[in-house]
T-cell receptor
Framework: DQQVKQNSPSLSVQEGRISILNCDYTNSMFDYFLWYKKYPAEGPTFLISISSIKDKNEDGRFTVFLNKSAKHLSLHIVPSQPGDSAVYFCAPAGGTSYGKLTFGQGTILTVHP | NAGVMQNPRHLVRRRGQEARLRCSPMKGHSHVYWYRQLPEEGLKFMVYLQKENIIDESGMPKERFSAEFPKEGPSILRIQQVVRGDSAAYFC??????????????FGSGTRLTVV
C-alpha cells in the first residue's frame, strides 16, 4: 500500500528557474508533512514542513503548498541553484502513523548551470 | 554538538552471519527510529524506540530482525542470519519527543550493509 507517491522519478531544470516537486498521499489522517533532501551516501536532511491546518509555508527559496482536498502537496524552489541537485523526499507523519514518517519514493532533482 | 552517530558506515557480512548496527541519538533526544532504504526505493520505517521500550515495530520483518535502546548506550539494530536481500542502507533518526506538531527528526549518515 503506497500511501505516499512522488510520481516524477526525476526533474531537470536550469539554474535560476523554478523547480516544482509534487507529492500525493492517500491517508487523510496525516497531520504534518515534511520534505527531506538527500545527497548520495548521506542521511536525509530536513528541509521544510507544513502543518495540515495551513496551506502554505515559506522559508527563503523554499515554499511548500498543501491542498488537503486533493491530498496533494508541492515543494517550490526558486531560484534553483546547482547545489540544490539532490533527491527530494516527501514524508508525511501523524494519524495512525504517529511517531514515524512515511516516505515517498523520491524525486531526483538536477539543476544545470 | 554531535548529530546522530551511526556506526559502522559500511558493513560487509557473509550470508548467515549476524549484523549489528549502532545508533547514538543526538544529545537530549530520547526517541530513536530505524529506517531501511533498498536500492531505488524510498526509506521504509522499521521500528520506533524510546529508552528501554519498543513503541512501534510495525515495519520490522517478523524474523531475524530485532532492535533495542537500552538505558545506557546506543540503540542497536540486530539482523541475524543475514541474506542477500538484507543488503540496504539503514538509517537511524532521533527526536526530542514523539509528540505531535513539528516532528524534529534528525537523521544519521546511515550504515550500508552488503551481504555477500
Amino acid at each position: 500500500d503506497q500511501q505516499v507517491k512522488q510520481n516524477s522519478p526525476s526533474l531537470s531544470v536550469q539554474e535560476g528557474r523554478i523547480s516544482i516537486l509534487n507529492c500525493d498521499y492517500t491517508n487523510s489522517m496525516f497531520d504534518y508533512f515534511l520534505w527531506y533532501k538527500k545527497y548520495p551516501a548521506e542521511g536525509p536532511t530536513f528541509l521544510i514542513s507544513i502543518s495540515s491546518i495551513k496551506d502554505k509555508n515559506e522559508d527563503g527559496r523554499f515554499t511548500v503548498f498543501l491542498n488537503k482536498s486533493a491530498k496533494h502537496l508541492s515543494l517550490h524552489i526558486v531560484p534553483s541553484q546547482p547545489g540544490d541537485s539532490a533527491v527530494y523526499f516527501c514524508a508525511p507523519a501523524g494519524g495512525t502513523s504517529y511517531g514515524k514518517l512515511t516516505f515517498g519514493q523520491g524525486t531526483i532533482l538536477t539543476v544545470h548551470p | 554538538n554531535a548529530g546522530v552517530m551511526q556506526n559502522p558506515r559500511h558493513l560487509v557480512r557473509r550470508r548467515g552471519q549476524e549484523a549489528r548496527l549502532r545508533c547514538s541519538p543526538m544529545k537530549g533526544h530520547s526517541h530513536v527510529y530505524w529506517y531501511r532504504q533498498l536500492p531505488e526505493e524510498g526509506l521504509k520505517f522499521m521500528v520506533y524506540l524510546q529508552k528501554e521500550n519498543i513503541i512501534d515495530e510495525s515495519g520490522m520483518p517478523k524474523e531475524r530482525f530485532s532492535a533495542e535502546f537500552p538505558k545506557e548506550g546506543p540503540s542497536i539494530l540486530r539482523i541475524q542470519q543475514v541474506v542477500r536481500g538484507d543488503s540496504a542502507a539503514y538509517f537511524c533518526a532521533s527526536s526530542p519527543s514523539g509528540t505531535g506538531g513539528n516532528y524534529g527528526y534528525t537523521f544519521g549518515s546511515g550504515t550500508r550493509l552488503t551481504v555477500v
